[in-house]
């Protein structure tokens, strides 16, 4: 697959998502009663489905997740003139967002209903400069190491050339929400 085929592919299947949430609640908070009893990859999985609200950020931001799967997320965002810092690149707090909520929603995926996370540490590599010429990029996150109340998980942010903008590591403290 050419890279323009697979851009078009992610922005179908970006699209699809959008239906699907924006057809639900739209952005905003869950209620408490919305997610009681919902492991962190159900609440992930009624989101995309657009039984719950997402999160406003991703709109305001332009990214979003597409995919989920137990200990997986894989968010895809547009990087636009909005987002460029004064040399013409993609602002780094704006790819280090986009990895970060890839992360924590990869460890999410992982956790027992009642259980929340909080990001400690994050750790963003910037290798390539990132332009809006790219058209979409995506966050590849996957969880690393899980113990009890710490969990790690490490994330990709490539372009639909295979291009690889940056890499994150991530290390989030898990907690009892109840």
């Known amino acids: 697959m050419t890279p323009d085929e697979l851009l078009e592919t992610w922005i179908a299947e970006e699209r699809a998502v959008l239906e699907r949430v924006d057809a639900g609640p739209g952005p905003g908070l869950a209620s ?6 919902k492991s962190g990859l159900e609440i992930m999985q009624a989101m995309l489905l657009g039984q719950i609200p997402y999160a406003e950020m991703a709109r305001t931001l332009t990214f979003g997740a597409i995919a989920v799967h137990r200990g997986v997320a894989i968010f895809q965002g547009t990087p636009r003139r ?12 704006w790819i280090s ?18 259980h929340g996370y909080a990001t400690a540490e994050l750790t963003v590599k910037y290798l390539k400069g990132l332009t809006p010429r790219v058209g979409r990029v995506r966050a590849e996150a996957r969880i690393t ?12 942010l490539v372009g639909p050339d295979g291009a690889i ?6 290390e ?7």
């Open 97 to 114: 967002t986009v990895l970060d909520s890839a992360l924590g929603s990869a460890i999410l995926t992982a956790l027992p209903a009642g």
């Open 145 to 156: 190491e899980h113990r009890g109340r710490v969990a790690l998980a490490k994330a990709r």
């Open 172 to 178: 989030c403290r898990v907690f009892s929400a109840t």
């Open 82 to 93: 909005e987002h460029l810092n004064p040399m013409g690149t993609v602002h780094g707090g």
């Open 32 to 37: 408490p009663h919305e997610i009681a009893g």
């Open 165 to 170: 903008y940056a890499r994150a590591r991530t």
